[in-house]
């Protein structure tokens, strides 16, 4: 059920998140608006996927994504956030954030600690690196959709 809407193409403004702390964690999460994230379909599974991510026109880097509960909604809306394997030399705030999604790695979860939930979503991202190297995952890192027009919203084109 997770796989029926992959692969997913979706692009938007990067914006502030809601302080979950994710950089002190060394794992910053570049949050979609709530007017993106609306525009996912709306049984889409929460949990962990992979793909591809680019901001503005710059180069196409693996990445995790978690589609969530937002608990600054009182868990009736979702959250879309990026994190993307590589390391920047600045925040991205306001940028425009282009995706797409390629597989699914596993439900949310619940950890009992924060040393729990830091060391597996490094799995996550062991296995999303793993994943985007086989030739059905890798082909889209190419896809005509990094190079579209910057600025423009597109979702599933
Ligand atoms: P917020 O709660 O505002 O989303 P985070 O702690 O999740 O804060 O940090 C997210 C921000 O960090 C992104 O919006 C982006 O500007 C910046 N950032 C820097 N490096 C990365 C990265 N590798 N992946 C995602 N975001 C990154
Ligand atoms: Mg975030």
Redesign the pocket.
């Known amino acids: 059920a997770a796989m029926r809407h992959l692969p997913y193409f979706c692009r938007g403004e990067?914006?502030?998140?809601?302080?979950?702390?994710?950089?002190?964690?060394g794992?910053?999460?570049?949050?979609f608006s709530e007017q993106v994230v609306e525009s996912f379909p709306s049984d889409i599974s929460t949990g962990i996927y992979y793909g591809w991510?680019c901001?503005g026109n710059g180069d196409v880097?693996k990445?995790v994504l978690s589609i969530g509960w937002n608990p600054f909604y009182k868990n009736i809306k979702k959250s879309v956030?990026?994190?993307?394997?590589?390391?920047?030399k600045?925040?991205?705030?306001g940028?425009i954030l282009s995706i797409v999604i390629t597989g699914y790695i596993r439900p949310e979860k619940n950890f009992d600690s924060i040393e729990a939930l830091i060391s597996a979503i490094q799995e996550d991202i062991e296995e999303a690196k793993r994943q985007l190297d086989l030739p059905e995952h890798l082909k889209l890192k190419e896809d005509n959709f990094f190079h579209l027009p910057e600025g423009k919203i597109v979702n599933n084109h």
């Open positions: 990067v914006v502030k998140g809601f302080g979950r702390g994710s950089k002190e964690l794992i910053p999460t570049a949050n991510a901001v880097h990445m956030e990026t994190h993307i394997i590589h390391t920047f600045e925040d991205f705030y940028e």
